[in-house]
């Protein structure tokens, strides 16, 4: 029989898979190395189980103890995992910036979750790390992983994530692009390919607002300022970030980053997250200067299932500005409308009486609608015109709105981009969203002007 003793024998031994869709256009053959295919769906499971072998084979961690670690998420699955198997007490100290899906998979694997403000300084007691510390020291029989400075996190990517890329590329990777965080996927898998071919490029994956790149290239430690990606990026310079195994620093935008990892399932069918897209920005930014012979891999950290609440949902893309009208479409801003106690579409018909239909746009606080019959488009009702008409002859008010409507908006496909409809908005007021055949919703020059502030 063919079977795995537990869950951590499928730990690593990860695939790589070529990229195709967005790599048109390079040279280099782009190969993705599919971490989030790990049990535990990250990287992060090849050190959670390599900490807590040395914290054992040392005696730091004895039986019926606590793992205790400082988290965004990844590194306490990981960690977790080996503590569900091997009977381990986990306590997890993470940020408020992180997402739910996270706090509520570690809460599933057993472990208990703390959460603390993101803005809270290196310095201050309500720091995730300092707060973790202080709970290991507090809880007897505790080992406080910290990942930032544990050996075993490079260790165990110089053990088994180097060797696997040289070998699944048979020695012919080029470049090798990870994230900055911990330091572990980037310094222990660099430190590994470097030593079979020093030519081989590092090149490492950061955010604007990290630290990381003012640091390779001034020796400075700046201010770290807020970003919205998760899992990569420091505010300080951690241990196990080794610099001389980085040849190069890329920053990316938090805009980027999600729109790349949005782009990776759309094209390529892999579904990741959000730091993922910062590396994989990062490597297509690379390979626009690289030859046909060259082989970048860059490292898939996790799954997007993790994300559905943050940017892989429309609405917190919209809420933090990051959903560009070059990229929605007319259907999605219609979904996306401020005013969910608002129908998507308000109309009415040519034969109702013009007072009536002033009382509903009035109701509903809007100044105008289509004009509907039978699901076709055969008018538009605009209260400044309606006022105008009224002010020569009052007697309108009990006449039909046929009598009064003024042109149809213009009706578009639900599948065009609002950067390509906006060309209608100049002209008429409002558009009409088509989606099937049925007229679902209308978009104003207001929605759109709202969408870009």
């Known amino acids: 029989m063919d079977y795995k003793n537990n869950i951590l024998e499928l730990v690593g031994r990860t695939p790589l898979v070529r990229i195709n869709k967005m790599s048109r256009g390079l040279k280099p053959l782009m190969l993705a190395k599919m971490e989030s295919l790990n049990p535990g769906g990250s990287v992060k499971d090849r050190i959670g189980m390599a900490m807590i072998n040395r914290a054992e084979k040392s005696g730091e961690l004895k039986p019926g103890g606590t793992v205790v670690e400082a988290t965004s998420g990844n590194t306490g699955i990981g960690l977790a995992l080996t503590c569900a198997v091997r009977g381990y007490r986990s306590v997890f100290v993470m940020t408020d910036k992180c997402s739910q899906e996270k706090v509520r998979y570690l809460k599933a694997l057993g472990s208990d979750v703390v959460v603390v403000p993101a803005a809270a300084k290196p310095d201050s007691p309500e720091h995730y790390v300092n707060t973790a510390r202080r709970i290991a020291s507090e809880t007897p029989n505790a080992l406080l992983a910290f990942q930032y400075g544990n050996p075993a996190n490079p260790e165990a990517h110089y053990r088994t994530t180097g060797p696997e890329l040289w070998e699944q590329t048979e020695g012919r990777i080029t470049h090798f692009v990870a994230g900055l965080g911990t330091g572990g996927t980037i310094s222990g898998t660099g430190r590994y390919l470097k030593e079979k071919n020093p030519d081989i490029r590092v090149i490492g994956a950061d955010p604007y607002g990290s630290v990381f790149k003012t640091y390779k290239e001034t020796g400075m430690l700046m201010e770290a300022t807020p970003y919205l990606v998760e899992g990569i990026g420091q505010e300080i310079i951690p241990e196990n970030v080794h610099m001389k195994y980085v040849d190069e620093i890329i920053n990316v935008t938090d805009r980027d980053s999600f729109n790349t990892a949005r ?37 898939v950290c996790d799954t997007g299932e993790r994300y559905l609440s943050k940017f892989l949902s429309d609405e917190w893309m919209k809420e933090k500005r990051l959903l560009g009208v070059e990229r929605l479409t007319i259907g999605l801003l219609n979904e996306l409308k401020a005013h969910s106690e608002t129908p998507h579409l308000i109309a009415v018909g040519p034969d109702q009486i013009l007072s009536e239909a002033l009382q509903l746009l009035d109701h509903h606080g809007i100044s105008q609608a289509p004009v509907l019959e039978d699901g076709n488009s055969v008018g538009s009702l605009r209260e400044g015109r309606v006022m105008a008409k009224l002010l020569n002859n009052r007697e309108l008010l009990h006449a039909p709105v046929s009598e009064v409507m003024d042109a149809p908006f213009p009706v578009v496909n639900e599948g065009v981009e609002v950067e390509r409809a906006m060309k209608y908005l100049k002209q008429a007021p409002a558009v009409l969203v088509e989606e099937y055949g049925r007229i679902v919703g209308i978009i104003t020059r207001h929605d759109v002007i709202d969408l870009q502030e």
């Open 263 to 299: 782009r990776m399932a759309r094209e390529e069918g892999i579904f990741c997250g959000g730091s993922t897209g910062t590396i994989a920005w990062a490597a297509l930014k690379a390979a626009e200067d690289l030859a046909e012979n060259d082989v970048i891999v860059f490292v």
